[in-house]
């Protein structure tokens, strides 16, 4: 078993077992609210959102649960601040918590900005027919940046296989050329695949 099939298999775990806390902390059967086990959850989805070389289906897997737990996290919040709108003592505990992650995020977007670019993917291509497992290898880099952009939708593979031959053949034509090389990379938020002609 990989190591992003085995934390995608601890996430789901995890996240089935915050559904039921949740679920007995909101009807009042007890009476703190499962933090311990959220941050653990959602430092395993950071973890999940950075790994490298994610296999198709478990691009697929981690997209499906990422955004699951995350639309279950916003619920559980907008249900938990209406729960505590009525307790002060609650609600103090709750502001304080915001503020704390506020400093967190700050940090952690600091450490991030001083850590150097990642180098760009780069695929050679010269037949897609004959080297799918190099399409393969770009698809995986293109839905691994989007999927740490937060993307959820998951790309369809054949489409992308088709994008991807008609362009090369088009520069193949246009520049009389055998290869064509692609680099994939992130730009103004957004992921973007760059091919040009190469020897």
Known sequence: M???TDLILRIENNFAQLRKEYTLF???????????LRNRLEADLKRLRNMNNL?????FRSQNIIAKVNSHLQLWK??????ISGDPVAAA????????KQIEDKQTEAKKGTKKSAPKKRVVISDVGNQRERVVELYDEYMRLNLMLGAR?????AKFQTFIAQQTEKIQSSKKVNNVAYEVSVQDE????????TK
């Open 26 to 36: 909101l009807n009042d059967v007890n009476t703190v609210e499962p933090y311990e």
């Open 55 to 59: 296999r198709t289906e478990e691009n």
């Open 78 to 83: 907008r249900q938990v601040e209406r729960k």
């Open 153 to 157: 939708k998951m790309a369809n593979f």
């Open 93 to 100: 505990r709750m502001a304080r918590m915001k503020a704390k």
């Open 2 to 4: 990989s190591a992003a």
């Open 190 to 197: 957004k992921v973007v695949i760059r091919s040009r002609s």
